[in-house]
C-alpha cells in the first residue's frame, strides 16, 4: 500500500513538473492563458508556470510561411474564362492577435487571397491579365496585406504561377499571332522593294544627268570649235581680201584652190561614189599651186625686209 502511494506521488510530481517548466523552441511563440483567458506570450527560451492556474494556449509559427493557392477559373473583363493559381508568403508578427483575433487563419488567408484574386482580373482584359503580372500581383499583395493587418499577420509576397486560357483561345491566339507575323514580314518586304526601287530610279536620275551633262559638254566644245574654225576662216579671208585689195591675185588663186582641193577630199571620202571625176583644167589647177607657192614666198620676203628694218640703227648725221 506504501508502495503505491510513493507511485502515485511520483506520477503526480512529474506533472506537475512538466506543467511547471516550459521550452519555447526558435521560431515559435506561445500564448498563456489563465483559466481560459489569454495573460501574455511566451518568447522561444525556458519559461516556469504555474501548473493547474497558467496553462499553453496556442503554439504560433512566427517563421515565414509558404501557402499555396489552388487554381480557379476566373472570367476577365472581356468574358475570357482562365484557370488562375498563385503562392502567398506570409508571416506572423502578433502571435495574440494571430491566435484569437482569427479562428483558422490558413483558411482565411486562403479565402482571402481567391478572392481578390477574382476581383483585380475581372477588371483587367485578357491581353492586360496575361502581360502585366507584375501589375495583378502588386494589387494583390497591396489589398490582401491590408486585410490582414487586423490579424497580426504580414504578407510580404503573392505571385500568381500561371494564368492558363482555355485551348480553343490558345488556338486563335496563336492564329492571331501568326497572322502579325506574317503582316509584318510581308510590310518589311514591301518597305525592301520600295526603297530598292527608289534607289534604282535615283541611279537613273543621276545616269541621265551625268549623260546630258557629257551631251552638254561636247556640245559647247564642238560649238567653240566651229567657232574658231570659223574665226580663222573669217581671218584668211580677210587676208585674202586685204591681198586682192593691193593687186595681189595669188592670193585669189590660193583661196580658189584651196576650196578646190577641200570639195575633191570630200568627194573621194563620200561612201556612195564609185567614181571620181576630174576635171580637164588640169592646168588650172597648177596654176593655182602655183600662186600658192608665190603668194607664200612673197609672204616670207615681206616678214625678211620688216625684221631687217627694225634691226637697222638709226644714222648719225
Same mark, same amino acid.
Given at each position: ?6 507511485? =502515485? ?10 506543467? @511547471? =517548466? ?5 521560431? #515559435? ?24 492556474? #497558467? ?22 473583363? $472581356?468574358?475570357?474564362? /482562365? ?8 508571416? /506572423? @508578427?502578433?502571435? +495574440?492577435?494571430?491566435? #484569437? ?20 482580373? *475581372? %477588371?483587367? $482584359? ?25 490579424? *497580426? ?18 488556338? %486563335? ?27 534604282? +530610279? ?15 559638254? !561636247? ?16 581671218? !584668211? ?11 595681189? /591675185?595669188?592670193?585669189?588663186? #590660193? ?12 568627194? !573621194? ?49
Amino acid at each position: 500500500m506504501g508502495s503505491l502511494f510513493a507511485l =502515485v506521488l511520483i506520477v503526480v510530481a512529474v506533472i506537475v513538473v512538466a506543467k @511547471l =517548466v516550459r521550452m519555447v523552441p526558435q521560431g #515559435y511563440e506561445w500564448t498563456v492563458e489563465r483559466f481560459g483567458r489569454y495573460t501574455r506570450t511566451l518568447t522561444p527560451g525556458l519559461h516556469f508556470l504555474v501548473p493547474f492556474i #497558467y496553462s499553453i494556449g496556442r503554439k504560433m509559427n512566427m517563421m515565414e510561411q509558404v501557402l499555396d493557392v489552388p487554381s480557379q477559373d476566373v472570367i476577365t473583363k $472581356d468574358n475570357a474564362v /482562365v484557370r488562375v493559381d498563385g503562392v502567398v508568403f506570409y508571416q /506572423v @508578427l502578433d502571435a +495574440a492577435k494571430a491566435a #484569437y483575433e482569427v479562428a483558422n487563419l490558413e483558411q482565411a488567408a486562403l479565402a482571402l487571397v481567391m478572392t481578390n484574386i477574382r476581383t483585380v482580373l *475581372g %477588371s483587367m $482584359d485578357l491581353d492586360e491579365s496575361l502581360s502585366q503580372r507584375d501589375a495583378i500581383n502588386a494589387k494583390l499583395l497591396t489589398v490582401v496585406d491590408e486585410a490582414t493587418h487586423p490579424w *497580426g499577420v504580414k504578407v510580404n509576397r503573392i505571385e500568381i504561377k500561371d494564368i492558363a486560357p482555355p485551348r480553343d483561345l490558345i488556338d %486563335s491566339m496563336a492564329r492571331q499571332m501568326k497572322a502579325e507575323r506574317e503582316k509584318r514580314a510581308n510590310i518589311l518586304e514591301a518597305e525592301g522593294f520600295r526603297q530598292a526601287a527608289i534607289l534604282k +530610279a535615283e541611279g537613273e536620275k543621276q545616269s541621265v544627268i551625268l549623260a546630258a551633262e557629257g551631251e552638254k559638254e !561636247a556640245a559647247f566644245r564642238a560649238a567653240e570649235a566651229r567657232e574658231r574654225s570659223a574665226e580663222a576662216e573669217a581671218k !584668211a579671208t580677210t587676208m585674202v581680201s586685204e591681198s586682192i585689195a593691193n593687186g595681189n /591675185v595669188n592670193a585669189l588663186n #590660193y583661196f580658189v584652190a584651196n576650196k578646190y582641193v577641200e570639195a575633191l577630199k570630200e568627194m !573621194a571620202h563620200s561612201p556612195n561614189q564609185k567614181m571620181l571625176l576630174l576635171p580637164m583644167e588640169a592646168t588650172g589647177i597648177l596654176g593655182s599651186l602655183a600662186g600658192i607657192a608665190e603668194l607664200a614666198k612673197d609672204s616670207l620676203n615681206q616678214q625678211q625686209a620688216s625684221n631687217t628694218t627694225r634691226r637697222t640703227p638709226p644714222s648719225i648725221s
